[in-house]
Each structure stands twice: as structure tokens, then as C-alpha cells.
């Protein structure tokens, strides 16, 4: 009898085996055909964007990559290659068939002359290998055919951003350009100076300088106004505003207050550009001020010794994004960027009981913000202590953006006297003619080129503020597919720098500016000291965070042993 139940036992195990087995099987060949992953990382790391996505779905013929990779490349690039296999088949199963990607390992001269006539560049990669160091040449770049023309992102260098380049590059080869324009004149930036890196982001855009003494092209996708510092006219202020009326998009930066840098010295004074006059008709105004924030960046401070020390800048704000605020496609994704030198913006109540005008707040300095004024603003960094704290107090709106069908800021009933309400009135229709877009932030600088970082290897590096500034110009041309895409290669916010080496740093200017080396040397050594201890714990974290979820496992396995264990020790056969 009891040998039967063992038979019995015996035979149901194998058929479980057997069944369980057959269903993974199976599992595995439907896996073939249907499949599908999860992507649980906040921005959406390792998943195609919807915007990548919809740029190979409207191609209107076959887009062919290819991707040069040698063979056993190094660490890390050994395992860029397996991304960018991975990233482009994503990109081909989106494509519906117009997608053709081949793989090819530069191994002999005419793969090598195929890869560099093509614009893929060879690249020295140092190995280590046996205790020993050597050089090893090799290719890992992209080249994309359409239509008789042939493009490559000739280094490859990590996948950060990578689909960011990718799709911008199928975007720049497939699409005509969206044409926006830049107000001339008036001694701000230009795209040839001050400009130049901003422009160097945006290639699917043909970006032209617009004088605005004259009616501005109603083909034009939107209009920046980037940091004037002398006034416009009233013609060239109602040309923008017969622009904006007739469906054109207006993005302002700055025009309130101008900072100047000569030798030693940098200081900001206030500026009557005028742009307050359409600003203030729709509800919102640019302050003659610059919003100065203990939540800020650093800057290097010269000690009578000829020491730099990096000691805490507010001029410099640090502006975080809640999340209401990072779900609007200017603000997307995004934690936190720089923006230097930035005025306050207030909101004049113009249009809040307009329906069909949207007001939205994107960014706020802190509480813990105020106000810089005066003709000249001393803004040199200095002890951070000896900021005065005498303005206003934060927060302040520091970027706002408006949509919808504005009215006219020279309509009759906008107007007083003084300001021709009669006989000139609008030069466009009293009212948009159809829902526009409008952005207003108090300064230029996350786009100017003495803040973006310089371009290494013909490439400018992406980080938060910069991408802040482009999407604002998506947003205003309504070109949003890149959005959500660049939202992946913008760097993590920054960590909090410890109360230890702030207090080491604030005793290191006190002493210096006394005249005591000896107090700032020890107070340096105190930094450094802090520093080591802050390296310290990160290190500590960044170990418990990679052996804690196997000890975790670990310790799930073992007592799920347990249990299985001591329930076999109860059957009776």
C-alpha cells in the first residue's frame, strides 16, 4: 500500500515536471513573437520614447543605419555596443518595416575605408590587461542613409543620450526645418556670439536673426527676444505684437536688467527695454532685480594668498521643479537648474479672469530667496555671509508661460492716452486668431554661451539648464517629440553639499579676508578633511546599495528553505 502511494507520488511529480516543462517551452517560442518589457526608471531609461517612436513611423521612405563596432572593445565600450544593438532594434520594431539597421566589425581595409568614408571616426582606447597598459584602435559609430544622404555620429561616446542623438538625427535627415527666429539688434547675444552653443542644439531648427523695425515674417514658427539692453521702439513692440496675434509664438529672456563683467569687476543695473509693455497687457512682468537664493551654486573666491576656494554664489539660483511643475513640456522631467543672474517676474493680474488664456508658474526661486537692487548690484563672489539679506523675500516666479488666444496689448481698452490708444491701436487682429504660446523668464543665462559647458570633441554637453532652454523653444515652435527624449540625458540633480564643508569653506574666506594664513590653511585642512568624510559615506551608500538586495534575496532564500525543509519532515509516507 504504501508503496503504491509512492508510485503515485513519484508518477504525479514527473507529470508536473513534465508539464511545468513543456509550458516554459512554450513560453519561450511565444516569447519570440510577443514580447515585453517594463520600464520602472523614473525617466524612462531604458524604454523608446514616443517621440523617437513617432520619428521612424512618419518616414516616408527606408531609413538605413548601419553601426561600426570592432570587435572586444574595452570596458566600458564593450558593453555600448550591446545597448546600441538593443536601442535600435526598439527603433526598428517601432518603424513597421521602414527601418533596415546592419552591424559591421571594421576588420579589414575595406570595412575600415567603408566606416571612414562614411564618416565614422577611428579612436585610440587604452586596455589594461595582465597589469599592463596598451592602446587599442577601433570604430563605434552610427551612420544613417535617407534619401541619397548619409550622416554618422562618428564616436559613440557611453549611452547617455544616445537616443537623444539618434532621434535627432532621423528627425534632422527626414523633416523640414522648423524656421524661428531671434530679435537682432538692441546689443544683446547673437547667433554668432553669445548664441552659438544654443544654436549648435537645435539643428532640425533654421534659426535666422529678425529685425523687428519691420513686419515680422508670419512664417516664422515663434520669435525669441533674448536679453535686449537698449529700448525698442514702439513700431518694433507692435510688430511683435501683431506677430503674436496673428499666431506667431513670442519667447522673452530677460530685458530687465543688464550684467556686465569688465577685469575684476561684475555688477547688474537696471534696463527700459520697453518689452514691459506687452509683457504687463498680458498679465506679467519682468522686475528690475536679481533674485539672489541661499539654494544656490558656487563660485571661485580669490583669498589674499592667491588661494581659489569655491564658496556658495545666490546670484546663482538652484531652482527645483515640484512635480506639477515638471509634467509642463518646458519643465518635463526635469529636477533642478541653474539659472544665473535671473529677475523675478510678477504677475499683474491682467488677464486672470480671461478664459481662454492660461497662465502657468513653471519655476520658483526658494523661500529662502530675495531680492538684489539698486543701480549697480555689486554681484562679485565674495564670504557668503556678507550677502545682504535687505530685499524682498522669495519665493518669486522666475519663469511663466501663457497660452492661449491673448489679446492684443494695444487694443483700445489696454491702453491709456499716453500710449496712442488713438488713432493707432494694434497692428494685428484685437485678438490672437488662434491659441498661442508665450514664455517669459528673467534671464538669458541657462542659454548664453559664457554659462553652457564648452563643446568637447565638436560635441556640447546636455545638462538640465540647457535642456530647460530647449525645451522652451519645442514648446513655442509646438515641436514637442524631442521633449520626453531629452529628458533621459540630462545629468541627476545635485546632492546637497554637507553643513561641514560649507562651515569650512565660510571659516576659510573669514580668515583669508582678515589676513590669516595660518586660520586658512586650517580651515582648508578642515575641507578637505570634511570632504574625505563626506567621500566616505557615499561610498557607504553606494555599497550598501549594491549588496543589499542580494542579502536580501539571500536571506528570502533561506527561509523559504526552511519552510519547505520542515514541511518534508512532517509527511508521512
Known amino acids: 500500500m504504501a508503496m503504491n502511494k509512492r508510485t503515485k507520488r513519484a508518477t504525479e511529480s514527473l507529470l508536473f515536471l513534465g508539464v511545468s516543462a513543456v509550458i516554459l517551452v512554450l513560453l519561450n517560442v511565444l516569447g519570440i513573437f510577443f514580447f515585453g518589457r517594463a520600464d520602472v526608471t523614473k525617466n524612462k531609461l531604458f524604454s523608446l520614447s514616443d517621440g523617437s517612436k513617432r520619428a521612424v513611423q512618419q518616414l516616408d521612405d527606408q531609413l538605413e543605419i548601419t553601426a561600426y563596432f570592432t570587435k572586444d572593445l574595452p570596458p566600458p565600450f564593450n558593453a555600448t555596443e550591446r545597448y546600441v544593438r538593443d536601442i535600435l532594434d526598439e527603433y526598428q520594431a517601432a518603424s513597421k518595416g521602414k527601418l533596415k539597421i546592419r552591424f559591421i566589425n571594421p576588420e579589414d581595409d575595406d570595412t575600415r575605408q567603408e566606416a571612414e568614408s562614411a564618416g565614422v571616426q577611428k579612436v585610440a582606447h587604452q586596455k589594461i590587461e595582465n597589469d599592463a597598459v596598451s592602446v587599442v584602435e577601433g570604430y563605434r559609430g552610427i551612420t544613417f542613409s535617407y534619401l541619397g544622404e548619409t550622416k554618422a555620429l ?101 530685458g530687465a536688467m543688464k550684467v556686465k563683467q569688465a577685469e575684476a569687476e561684475l555688477t547688474a543695473s537696471p534696463v527700459n527695454t520697453g518689452i514691459n509693455r506687452l509683457l504687463e497687457k498680458w498679465g506679467v512682468k519682468v522686475r528690475d532685480e536679481i533674485v539672489a537664493d541661499a539654494r544656490c551654486g558656487q563660485a571661485p573666491f580669490r583669498t ?194 554637507p553643513a561641514t564643508v560649507k562651515e569650512a569653506e565660510a571659516e576659510a574666506t573669514t580668515a583669508a579676508k582678515a589676513g590669516d594664513q595660518g586660520g586658512t590653511e586650517a580651515a582648508l585642512e578642515k575641507r578637505k578633511d570634511a570632504l574625505q568624510d563626506w567621500d566616505a559615506k557615499k561610498a557607504r551608500v553606494k555599497l550598501l546599495n549594491i549588496t543589499l538586495m542580494p542579502l536580501l534575496l539571500l536571506l528570502f532564500g533561506v527561509i523559504r528553505w526552511q519552510v519547505r525543509k520542515q514541511k518534508r519532515s512532517k509527511i508521512v509516507l
Open 154 to 254: 562618428g564616436a559613440i561616446q557611453g549611452t547617455e543620450g544616445l537616443e537623444y542623438d539618434i532621434t535627432e538625427m532621423i528627425r534632422l535627415l527626414a523633416g523640414e526645418k522648423t524656421k524661428i527666429g531671434v530679435l537682432s539688434g538692441h546689443e544683446g547675444p547673437t547667433l554668432a556670439q553669445g548664441l552659438a552653443t544654443f544654436k549648435g542644439f537645435l539643428p532640425t531648427y533654421d534659426i535666422v536673426e529678425v529685425s523687428a523695425a519691420q513686419p515680422i515674417d508670419a512664417k516664422l514658427r515663434a520669435l525669441l527676444v533674448v536679453a535686449p539692453e537698449n529700448p525698442l521702439s514702439d513700431d518694433e513692440l507692435r510688430n511683435i505684437d501683431a506677430f503674436v496675434m496673428n499666431g506667431g509664438n513670442l519667447g522673452v529672456f530677460g
Open 304 to 497: 589674499p594668498f592667491g588661494i581659489s576656494i569655491p564658496v556658495a554664489f545666490p546670484p546663482v539660483p538652484v531652482i527645483d521643479f515640484d512635480e506639477q511643475q515638471a509634467e509642463h513640456p518646458v519643465a518635463y522631467r526635469l529636477q533642478q537648474v541653474f539659472m544665473p543672474f535671473i529677475a523675478p517676474l510678477q504677475e499683474t493680474g491682467e488677464l486672470k479672469d480671461a478664459k481662454d488664456v492660461k497662465l502657468t508658474v513653471i519655476a520658483r526661486s526658494s523661500k529662502d530667496s530675495w531680492t538684489l537692487k539698486g543701480e549697480s548690484i555689486d554681484l562679485k563672489p565674495r564670504d557668503p555671509r556678507s550677502w545682504s539679506r535687505s530685499g524682498d523675500r522669495g519665493p518669486f516666479p522666475v519663469a511663466i508661460a501663457l497660452e492661449g488666444k491673448l489679446p492684443s496689448a494695444f487694443r483700445a481698452e489696454a491702453l491709456s492716452s499716453a500710449e496712442g490708444a488713438a488713432p493707432q491701436g494694434p497692428r494685428g487682429p484685437a485678438v490672437a486668431t488662434k491659441p498661442v504660446h508665450v514664455f517669459i523668464a528673467g534671464a538669458s543665462g541657462f542659454i548664453r554661451d559664457e554659462f553652457l559647458p564648452a563643446p568637447q570633441g565638436g560635441q556640447a554637453e546636455m545638462n538640465p539648464s540647457v535642456a530647460f532652454g530647449l525645451n522652451a523653444v519645442d514648446w513655442l515652435s509646438q515641436e514637442d517629440a524631442l521633449i520626453a527624449v531629452r529628458a533621459k540625458s540630462v545629468d541627476e540633480p545635485l546632492i546637497e553639499v
